[in-house]
């Protein structure tokens, strides 16, 4: 945000620059009387012409023609504006609350001294709540600052010593609340830097989960270490194999059938 607000305060100047400069070159031109039939110098006051519109009925007519009142007020007043503008939009600008209240309290004490200054700068020119409703309008909203000393007559019009005073002790105080203001928050982020952190408990999902059950394997022994015992040699003797007896078969043979010899001669066939 820091980079946005730089950004616009500098938007904000350079118009108002350029305002000023171009007021400032329509005051030259025409108190060193210059040739307003030339094109470059028409150019130049007809541009600023419409800047001074809004002030064409403020100036003093006891003036010399060749001061031109108007583009000295217009001049004035838009280097106020302009001010009083980038401080108002930068306080909307801040990172956190807390700044942007200082800002905006800011603003509204360059506000206030603003009308005051107006109202100090009119009365020195001679301006009248007659002269237009603007001025009025300043001189209704800043009587409060009359009544400390008496005003005194000061170039073309009257410096109101009271108003200056008033003016001196809004400054102060605004200088005083900043800087007040900056202390504290200055403070509080100190604190906030520096006060222990909390820890979030833990959010609770209610998930639908499949739950596993294992049995629990069997506890294992606990080994003691204990001094290996010593190892013993007995010799055993072995007794001789046994010899190995031949393996018997036997076989069982049948004698043949023998043939039947009958004792009776063999007779003669009868023919």
């Not at 470059?40 to 403020?58: E, W």
């Not at 302009?82 to 309290?105: F, K, P, V, Y």
């Not at 900056?182 to 998930?207: F, G, H, L, Y």
């Given at each position: 945000?820091?980079?946005?607000?730089?950004?616009?305060?500098?938007?904000?100047?350079?118009?108002?620059?350029?305002?000023?400069?171009?007021?400032?070159?329509?005051?030259?031109?025409?108190?060193?009387?210059?040739?307003?039939?030339?094109?470059?110098?028409?150019?130049?006051?007809?541009?600023?012409?419409?800047?001074?519109?809004?002030?064409q009925?403020f100036?003093?007519?006891?003036l010399?023609?060749?001061?031109?009142?108007?583009a000295?007020?217009a001049?004035?007043m838009?280097?106020?504006?302009?001010?009083?503008?980038?401080e108002?939009?930068?306080?909307?600008?801040?990172?956190?609350?807390?700044?942007?209240?200082?800002?905006?309290?800011?603003a509204?004490?360059k506000?206030i001294e603003?009308?005051?200054?107006?109202?100090?700068?009119?009365?020195?020119?001679?301006?009248?709540p007659?002269?237009?409703?603007?001025?009025s309008?300043?001189?209704?909203?800043?009587?409060?600052?009359?009544?400390?000393?008496?005003?005194?007559?000061?170039?073309?019009?009257?410096?109101?010593?009271?108003?200056?005073?008033?003016?001196?002790?809004?400054?102060?105080?605004?200088?005083?609340t900043?800087?007040?203001?900056?202390?504290?928050?200055?403070?509080?982020?100190?604190?906030?830097?520096?006060?222990?952190?909390?820890?979030?408990?833990?959010k609770?999902?209610?998930?639908?989960?499949t739950?596993?059950v294992?049995?629990?394997?069997?506890?294992?022994?606990?080994?003691?270490?204990?001094?290996?015992?010593?190892?013993?040699?007995?010799?055993?003797p072995?007794?001789?194999?046994?010899?190995?007896?031949?393996?018997?078969?036997?076989?069982?043979?049948?004698?043949?059938?023998?043939?039947?010899?009958?004792?009776?001669?063999?007779?003669?066939?009868?023919?």
């Amino acid at each position: 945000m820091e980079a946005a607000r730089t950004k616009v305060r500098a938007i904000i100047l350079a118009i108002t620059g350029g305002i000023v400069t171009l007021l400032v070159l329509r005051f030259i031109l025409i108190f060193a009387g210059a040739d307003q039939g030339h094109f470059l110098v028409r150019l130049l006051l007809d541009l600023s012409g419409i800047l001074v519109y809004p002030f064409q009925s403020f100036g003093n007519t006891s003036l010399p023609n060749f001061v031109d009142s108007n583009a000295l007020l217009a001049i004035l007043m838009y280097v106020i504006l302009g001010i009083l503008i980038s401080e108002l939009i930068t306080a909307l600008l801040q990172d956190n609350a807390a700044a942007i209240l200082r800002e905006l309290i800011d603003a509204a004490f360059k506000f206030i001294e603003f009308l005051l200054i107006c109202r100090i700068v009119f009365r020195l020119f001679g301006l009248t709540p007659q002269t237009g409703a603007f001025v009025s309008n300043v001189y209704a909203v800043t009587e409060w600052s009359l009544g400390i000393l008496p005003s005194r007559d000061f170039l073309f019009g009257i410096l109101e010593v009271s108003t200056v005073i008033v003016l001196i002790i809004v400054v102060l105080i605004d200088l005083a609340t900043e800087g007040f203001l900056t202390s504290m928050s200055k403070r509080i982020s100190e604190w906030k830097a520096n006060r222990p952190a909390k820890v979030a408990a833990p959010k609770v999902e209610k998930v639908e989960k499949t739950v596993v059950v294992q049995a629990a394997p069997a506890p294992q022994p606990v080994v003691v270490n204990q001094p290996a015992p010593q190892s013993i040699t007995i010799n055993v003797p072995v007794p001789p194999p046994a010899p190995v007896q031949p393996e018997r078969q036997v076989i069982n043979v049948h004698p043949a059938p023998s043939a039947t010899i009958s004792s009776t001669p063999n007779q003669p066939k009868e023919g």
